[in-house]
């Protein structure tokens, strides 16, 4: 399966469906904002979810393993830029607006405060986002400690391009892609396989044997 560019945050949820052995068919969603972006919507929606249906998440949020989505509660929706998504050592913040597809990033890794408008859309750094995220939300996982791509894609029988050559936040890009079709790996900024399945994990730990944690 591949993710669509035209309506990235459905296909996400099939991508977490599968993952994580879930089904959002039967959720109700109906507390937010009305003029919250469709594509922000869904994705407090998806942490509403497993915060009332897995209690692993109850004070691990879903959404906040390597960046951090804001608390629903706490959006400061009466500005017309709000904060909605922060890197967690508080080096950027991302913000946009009611009705809106934009993304600002506020750069604080420098001395000088930096604010840029982002090229991608808010649907599609919403995807890079969750995708980053819910690889370390798989309990198991481990980085991969080789060159290329092409030599981890050799190692398995079926590896599925999930959401490739994206950009996030800086100009690394990064690639996700679904191995044996429930596991995921990222690879980017950090290269990193993730599943749930323990039975996995140990056999593909047996035939990738470079790997850094």
């Not at 959002?24 to 919250?36: Q, S």
């Amino acid at each position: 399966m591949s993710i669509n560019e035209n309506d990235p945050i459905t296909d996400l949820k099939n991508v977490i469906s599968r993952l994580f052995d879930v089904k959002f068919d039967e959720f109700d969603f109906t507390k937010y904002h009305t003029d919250l972006p469709q594509s922000l919507k869904e994705i407090y929606e998806i942490d509403a979810f497993f915060f009332r249906e897995n209690c692993v998440y109850e004070t691990i949020r879903f959404f906040c393993n390597q960046d951090r989505l804001v608390k629903y509660q706490d959006l400061k929706l009466d500005e017309q830029l709000f904060t909605f998504v922060n890197e967690n050592q508080g080096n950027w913040y991302c913000k946009t607006a009611l009705n809106s597809d934009v993304v600002l990033l506020e750069n604080y890794s420098t001395k000088t405060k930096e604010e840029a408008f982002l090229p991608q859309k808010l649907d599609e750094f919403l995807t890079n986002f969750a995708l980053q995220e819910i690889g370390f939300n798989l309990p198991f996982y481990f980085g991969l400690d080789y060159s290329t791509i092409e030599e981890v894609k050799d190692k398995f029988s079926k590896i599925e391009d999930l959401w490739t050559d994206k950009k996030y936040v800086y100009e690394h890009q990064h690639s996700y892609y679904l191995v044996d079709e429930d596991c995921l790996m990222m690879w980017g900024g950090m290269n990193v396989f993730a599943t749930k399945s323990e039975t996995k994990f140990e056999f593909y730990k047996s035939i990738l044997k470079h790997y850094t944690f």
